[in-house]
């Protein structure tokens, strides 16, 4: 079926279909295709877009600018002490400020409120660059890699260790419950997700054909998984809980053993970065020959211009 995503935000992996997903992470191979050959877009040429950041930040910022400039876009680099986003004034006067001035906006922040409330009074392409809730461009890149690696998602076996509660678990439980996939979050039942979010994949996994599962054993988790997937087990804004996190998690840790425990030699390792090495992953693991990072840092780029192209841009 033919896919037209003109105009629409991209908020959170919930609001999107298994087909548009997939289109998303084709358009992102055909650009990443052309870029590697040195092909010059155009589909964003004559437009601007507001680049709002409350988080700092490597992978999103430098995406976001290098994919608008590719596609002969202007972007425009606006952080917390430029703008008075919330403060001074309205998160609802800013966005219809901007709205008017921009033609889609990049917001990475702590609420996941604000970049709703961006996208309903905007009038433009919002575009979730990181909330505490969701990071859904981050999950985009993920996939697109283990597509790569794989050449299809459904039915691989992804297992998530560590805090199953933070942004991360959250959206790859959503996508992997969209495409119909094996997902497992690997982490202490104090750090499962909430319920109601697990409830709400577990429809969508019935629908595709996916399974999801939270399992407190990581041994157990692991078998037979083709990619394990880890972040920081503090995130920001919590960097006071490390000391009880590491704790909890220390089991968690990808390390030889786990990823030997998959049974399976050529299971990936996949970490959104930045990477606290002695934390959750070693730094054998993190240098090794089965880990992917360093591609799926640079397909933050392609996916990300996806999602502009395909909601901002002229195809």
Known sequence: MAVNLRGRSFLTLKDYTHEEIQYLLDLSAGLKEKK??????HALEGKSVAL???????????????????????????GKNDIQLGHKESVKDTARVLGRMFDGIQYRGFKQSIVEELAEFSGV????????????????????TLQENFGCLKDLKLVFAGDGRNNMANSLMIGAAKLG????IAAPSSLHPEK??????????AESGALIECIDDPAAAVE???????????????????AERKALLQPYQVN?????????????????LPAVKG??????????????????????LHTIKAVMVATAGTL
Not at 125 to 144: C, E, K, R, S
Not at 196 to 205: K, M
């Open 36 to 41: 590697r050959t040195g092909v010059r877009g």
């Open 52 to 78: 709002l950041f409350e988080k700092p930040s490597t992978r999103t910022r430098c995406a976001f600018t290098v994919a608008c400039i590719d596609e002969g876009g202007h972007p425009e680099y606006l």
């Open 125 to 144: 392409p919002v575009w979730n660059g990181l909330t505490d809730m969701y990071h859904p461009t981050q999950i985009l890149a993920d996939f697109l």
């Open 181 to 184: 996939m094996h997902f497992v």
């Open 196 to 205: 109601a979010l697990v409830d709400e994949c577990l429809e969508l996994a």
């Open 224 to 242: 037979g998984a083709d990619a394990i997937y880890t972040d920081v087990w503090a995130s920001m804004g919590e960097e006071a809980k490390l």
């Open 256 to 272: 030889g053993d786990l990823m030997k425990a998959t049974g399976n030699p050529d299971a990936i390792f996949l970490h959104c």
């Open 279 to 300: 934390n959750e992953v070693t730094e054998d693991v993190f240098e090794s020959r089965n880990s992917k990072v360093f591609d799926e840092a640079e397909n933050r």
